[in-house]
């Protein structure tokens, strides 16, 4: 069973910036692939962007140029860092690693993009 922790949820104003964090209970090269979703309440949790075990990035259209993901492997955590945000953004921002055998998630993690 893979535990993960996500971090770094807040309100922010429009064009503000947010780094979330994910914290695997185990080494991330593990993984297939690591990657964000988000989901407003009372619809379907989106993909936001993945990177897979040889480094390959793919973005969701509507983050491409603002949101980047990124690991740290000695840490076992992997990043969203989120620029210029609007308030669209606002989610509960979930992250997903594909096993060999299973996926997994974490518990989420709250933006709030409001003036």
């Known amino acids: 069973q893979v535990r993960l922790v996500e971090s770094g949820g807040d309100v922010v104003q429009p064009g503000g910036s947010l780094r979330l964090s994910c914290v695997a209970s185990?080494?991330?090269?593990?993984?297939?692939?690591m990657a964000w979703f988000r989901q407003v309440p009372g619809k379907q949790r989106d993909f936001v962007t993945m990177?897979?075990?040889?480094?390959?990035?793919t973005y969701a259209e509507s983050v491409k140029g603002r949101f980047t993901i990124s690991r740290d492997s000695a840490k076992n955590t992997v990043y969203l860092e989120m620029n210029s945000l609007v308030p669209e953004d606002t989610a509960v921002y979930y992250c997903?690693?594909?096993?060999?055998?299973?996926?997994?998630w974490g518990q989420g993690t709250q933006v709030t993009v409001s003036s």
């Open positions: 997903k690693v594909l096993a060999s055998s299973a996926a997994y």
């Open positions: 185990e080494n991330i090269f593990n993984f297939i692939a």
């Open positions: 990177l897979t075990k040889g480094g390959t990035r």
